[in-house]
């Protein structure tokens, strides 16, 4: 069975690794992001959290995007940066070693 | 907002502007002369009225008449067509109710409000606590700052936030008040960002910030696009000039720009920001005591017109160019 796994560093923080099976989708709290190196994981989108509206129609905030889709694709090993905090004043950059695991 | 709210809107805003001017034409008669009515607003006989406004698009394109409300084979009345936002509120001041997603202090949610009401020096909308389910809906969980725009809250089911101020605590700056709420707040009163006017994305370097966002968000294009590079349509918007020094304008730096000077961005509403919330959301109203909710509608006063003036139709200015 894969996993939705739910990361939001600036309240739960950053474990240095991250353990994940093949198939699990990972969803950062996150400005921004990038694989930095390795295999394994596939980076979805950096996307803008939106709603269903009352009327049936998507709206989306003004704001910048706040969620970083990956999934584990493959057993390897890849290091992620997680960006959080003000994408036009005060970036904050933080890396986390994804695992992926048969 | 369908075609017929918009066209109320504006009548009530160009009747509003009446009434702030001391128009008394209507209410006396409509044309009787009265050497006490001080300045008046004075309009052309119908005759001129198009071409008045042909005048006035040729001598600045913002006059033009905006092409999502045009009726059929009909224009508007360029009285009416002097201010748009596809999100506004409407003349009529109002309150909006404030409500908090997460258990919060007396004390952070008073700071908060405190700084949305900001604009309430200005115009003629407002925001008050309250312990229910707030117009405005509040969370500081994780996702950054943002909010919906205008009457789009009124749209977010009930159980999500309206406006998300990440972790904000009593211990946040004072800075990060003004320019971080007051900046959400005018999404919620309708707002755009002003990075996105034409005249300040003309200054971004598109490769430039593609590279940027890229090196330091690993943003795709598509996201520098939506974020900084798509402006916003000039035939939907009204307002000041393009404005860096706006609340509502990010900080861009120098080297995504084509001249190598960063987009200041705004720290706080600044003089424009005020004067453009007092125009289209005028006070005089709350001041008289006339006051809205989003759910009952103020009680509006019956429309005045213009005085209108009229002379032989020989003595009529024709303009060449």
């Known amino acids: ?102 | 907002m369908d075609e017929t709210g918009y066209m109320k809107a504006l009548r009530d805003i160009a009747r509003i502007a009446g009434e702030a001017v001391g128009d008394q034409a209507s209410s006396d008669g409509g044309g009787a002369f009265d050497a006490d009515a001080g300045c008046r607003v004075m309009a052309l006989p119908d005759r001129l009225q198009t071409k008045a406004a042909e005048v006035a698009a040729k001598e600045n394109p913002t006059n033009a008449p905006l092409q999502e409300l045009a009726l059929g084979d009909g224009v508007l009345d360029p009285l009416q067509l002097t201010i748009y936002t596809g999100r506004y509120w409407g003349p009529v001041p109002k309150t909006l109710t404030v409500s908090f997603m997460e258990a919060t202090a007396a004390d952070l949610r008073a700071r908060i409000v405190e700084h949305l009401n900001a604009w309430a020096k200005y115009g003629g909308m407002s925001f008050t606590q309250t312990s229910g389910t707030g117009d405005v809906r509040i969370s500081r969980g994780p996702g950054g700052y943002w909010s919906y725009l205008g009457t789009d809250i009124k749209l977010i089911p009930a159980n999500r936030q309206t406006m998300n101020l990440q972790g904000f605590t009593m211990s946040t700056d004072e800075k990060e008040y003004r320019r971080v709420v007051r900046h959400e707040a005018g999404h919620t009163l309708g707002f755009p960002h002003e990075h996105m006017r034409q005249a300040l994305v003309n200054r971004i370097d598109p490769e430039k910030a593609y590279e940027y966002f890229k090196r330091t968000q690993g943003w795709p294009k598509e996201m520098v696009d939506q974020q900084v590079l798509t402006p916003l349509d000039p035939t939907k918007i009204i307002g000041t000039e393009a404005d860096q020094d706006s609340i509502m304008c990010y900080q861009l730096p120098g080297s995504i720009t084509k001249d190598g000077k960063p987009i200041r961005g705004g720290l706080d509403i600044n003089p424009l920001d005020a004067s453009f919330t007092a125009t289209i959301y005028p006070k005089i109203l709350r001041d008289q005591g006339v006051a809205g909710t989003t759910t009952e509608a103020a009680e509006v006063p019956v429309p005045r017109t213009p005085t209108v003036v009229d002379w032989d139709p020989q003595e009529d200015v024709v303009l060449t160019s």
Do not use: K
């Open chain 1, 1 to 102: 069975m894969s996993r939705l796994i739910d990361v939001r560093p600036d309240e739960d923080g950053l474990p240095p690794e991250l353990v994940v099976a093949v198939g699990d989708v990972i969803r950062v709290a996150a400005n921004g992001g990038r694989i930095r190196s390795g295999s394994g994981v596939e980076l979805l989108g950096v996307l803008s959290e939106s709603v269903v509206g009352t009327d049936g129609s998507v709206l989306t905030p003004l704001g910048a995007p706040g969620a970083v889709l990956l999934r584990a694709r493959s057993p390897g090993r890849a290091v992620v940066d997680v960006i959080t905090g003000d994408p036009f004043r005060a970036p904050v950059t933080r890396s986390v070693t994804i695992r992926v695991e048969t």
